[in-house]
């Protein structure tokens, strides 16, 4: 049975810093590439950070770039992405991702809510 689950979404004010972790299960994690991707309330869903499947090349999207960084733990089967400098406007739901080739799985989403 395939499983990712996330963990490490919380509340925090701005400035601050969170590491978001995804355990995965039920299939071979070091062949896949991993994503975060997120969602606002009345927005799409967005790619946030991914990485390829031997954790060595990385990609963000423009509003993220130099605050956040992803990692993946083959040994561990966990993804991680460390925020950093968070805004009000990181506030959404994280949903891990796991891509290889046609197949995608998707976790349940941690929340992230970024406020004084």
């Known amino acids: 049975q395939v499983q990712l689950v996330e963990s490490g979404g919380g509340l925090v004010q701005p400035g601050g810093s969170l590491r978001l972790s995804c355990a995965a299960s039920g299939f071979t994690f070091s062949s896949y590439a991993m994503s975060w991707y997120r969602q606002a309330p009345g927005k799409e869903r967005e790619l946030v950070a991914a990485?390829?499947?031997?954790?060595?090349?990385?990609n963000y999207a423009d509003s993220v770039k130099g605050r956040f960084t992803i990692s993946k733990d083959n040994a561990k089967n966990t993804v991680y992405l460390q925020m950093n400098s968070l805004k009000p406007e990181d506030t959404a739901v994280y949903y891990c991702?796991?891509?290889?080739?046609?197949?995608?799985?998707w976790g349940q989403g941690t929340q992230v809510t970024v406020s004084s």
């Open positions: 991702n796991a891509r290889r080739w046609s197949t995608n799985y």
């Open positions: 990485i390829t499947s031997v954790g060595i090349t990385t």
